[in-house]
């Protein structure tokens, strides 16, 4: 099993940055793949991104992409969600989740994960 705690949420104005994690306690961190997600009020959980085991690929949702990057680093059971050029629209609860992976995919589907993290708040606001 693996417990995952987010943290770096906070409040921003449009345009700036947040760099969230994801940490992870166990030892097989690299067997897991990883995905990001956000919940705003009254609204359904959203895929932001994903990442594989070994960092070797990445996907990030359309609303994100060029503005947000995921990245981890198993040696410290971590992954990162760099989030850029930040909107209003981007506040929400941000989570982590994970599963594990033998055939070194990513996973998009809130369903495709089994441990998820408390999550962190982002808000966006002038």
């Known amino acids: 099993q693996v417990q995952l705690v987010e943290s770096g949420g906070g409040l921003v104005q449009p345009g700036g940055s947040l760099r969230l994690s994801c940490a992870a306690s166990g030892r097989t961190f690299s067997t897991y793949a990883v995905g990001w997600f956000r919940q705003a009020p009254g609204k359904e959980r959203e895929f932001v991104a994903a990442?594989?085991?070994?960092?070797?690929?990445?996907y990030h949702a359309d609303s994100v992409k060029g503005r947000f990057t995921i990245s981890r680093d198993n040696a410290v059971n971590t992954v990162y969600l760099q989030m850029n050029s930040l909107k209003p629209e981007d506040t929400a609860v941000y989570h982590c989740a994970a599963r594990n992976d033998y055939f070194g995919r990513y996973y998009t589907g809130a369903r495709d994960y089994n441990y998820w993290g408390q999550g962190t708040q982002v808000t966006v606001s002038s």
């Open positions: 990442i594989t085991r070994s960092a070797g690929g990445t």
